[in-house]
């Protein structure tokens, strides 16, 4: 069992930067990729970006250019640095891991972006 804390949301004008971050705990050993995804009001959970063990990256066609993510492994963290925000990027944030071909969610925080 993995245990996920998030940390790092809020409320950010547009143009504007967040560094959102999840902190893992538990069986971490067998943690493959770590990875964002989003979810808005009324819209289904959608893929933000991975990263894996090795360092390799993929991201959301609607984020290429302006959020970054990266990886800590000394730490166990995964960080989502999200640059030139936009008002359609405003959503709950959830960290998740794949652990032993099982996906775990973090609890969510909120990033809010105002026009």
């Known amino acids: 069992q993995v245990q996920l804390v998030e940390s790092g949301g809020g409320l950010v004008q547009a143009g504007g930067s967040l560094r959102l971050s999840c902190a893992a705990s538990?069986?971490?050993?067998?943690?493959?990729?770590m990875g964002w995804y989003r979810q808005a009001p009324g819209k289904q959970r959608e893929f933000v970006a991975t990263i894996a063990k090795g360092g390799s990256t993929n991201y959301a066609d609607s984020v290429k250019g302006r959020f970054t993510i990266s990886r800590d492994n000394a730490k166990d963290t995964v960080y989502l640095q999200m640059n030139s925000l936009k008002p359609e990027d405003t959503a709950v944030y959830y960290c998740n891991v794949l652990v032993l071909g099982s996906h775990q969610w973090g609890q969510g925080t909120q990033v809010t972006v105002s026009s």
């Open positions: 538990g069986s971490i050993f067998s943690i493959t990729v």
